[in-house]
């Protein structure tokens, strides 16, 4: 496997077969849109990302079941749901770079920007209506709406000098757990888990969501633009929160660890536990 693309997705070593499957699915998507205006940026979008989303719905689903054209169609979904966040948050934060290349509404403009988020959200709602499952559909509406809470509130923290770790956290779960817990729920109810199983996949889900992203705020800690920066200005002591930080990623950790206890033991189990070693903290 090539060694640079590891590097650019360190996923790939170990979830290589799983991320080779999302990909084609998602090929297979965009194929059915490839006279429209959107396919280009769409496939631009798309191109360098991790897949860890997808990946927790595949392992989620053959935990518990099997995976299936539908667990391989809500995969799609769940990755369309955090491409479309992505465009929309790089807008907000005026980036100027996203994974060694041009931020998309760098690269196509403002005006395609908002259009192909909103295009996004009909690719999401025609997979739903093919899963045909009411439960699905309403976790991904309701996971959209708690992303853009999400977003709206740091916005409203940005200009406060009260930030707590509260806040921090309430951010962090809404904009980026609860996507990692409706794509392990997703997937559990796709392949038939039982509510025990389901319940037990999608904590999981949202304790390694906000796990992953806690280690992503302290490798990334210079981010002026990033809530935890507010954090450490505010602190007397930035050891105190860098400390607080790492306490916090080693608890969320564990509860995801804990949640996978009501989980018969298989592979793809070993593969989730797999995950939560990927949030470990390393400067």
């Known amino acids: 496997m090539d060694r640079k693309n590891i590097e650019i997705n360190p996923l790939l070593e170990t979830y290589g077969k799983y991320i080779q499957r999302i990909d084609q699915a998602l090929d297979n998507e965009l194929a059915i849109y490839s006279e429209s205006e959107f396919i280009e940026p769409l496939k631009y979008s798309l191109e360098g990302g991790k897949r860890i989303r997808p990946i927790i719905l595949n392992l989620a689903a053959e935990s518990v079941g099997k995976i299936d054209e539908n667990v391989l169609s809500a995969s799609c979904a769940v990755e369309f749901l955090h491409m479309e966040s992505i465009i929309h948050d790089d807008i907000i934060d005026e980036e100027t770079m996203r994974r060694q290349k041009e931020p998309f509404h760098v690269k196509y403009g403002y005006n395609t920007s908002v259009l192909t988020g909103d295009f996004v959200l009909g690719l999401i709602l025609a997979i739903s209506s093919r899963l045909d499952n009411a439960r699905i559909t309403k976790d991904l509406a309701t996971t959209a709406m708690l992303m853009s809470e999400g977003e709206m509130i740091e916005g409203r923290l940005e200009t406060s000098e009260d930030v707590t770790f509260d806040d921090y956290l309430k951010v962090i779960e809404y904009k980026t757990a609860t996507a990692f817990q409706v794509a392990a729920r997703t997937g559990a109810i796709i392949a038939n888990g039982s509510e025990e199983q389901i319940e037990a996949l999608s904590e999981y889900g949202i304790n390694l969501g906000i796990a992953y992203q806690i ?47 009501k989980v018969p ?19």
């Open 215 to 261: 280690r992503d705020d302290l490798l990334d800690w210079k981010n002026e633009d990033k809530l935890f920066n507010l954090l450490i200005k505010k602190s007397s002591d930035p050891r105190d929160v860098f400390n607080k930080m790492e306490e916090l990623l080693k608890e969320y950790s564990e509860k995801a660890r804990s949640s996978l206890r």
């Open 265 to 283: 033991d298989s592979d793809a189990k070993i593969n989730l536990d797999n995950l939560i070693k990927f949030t470990s903290f390393k400067a």
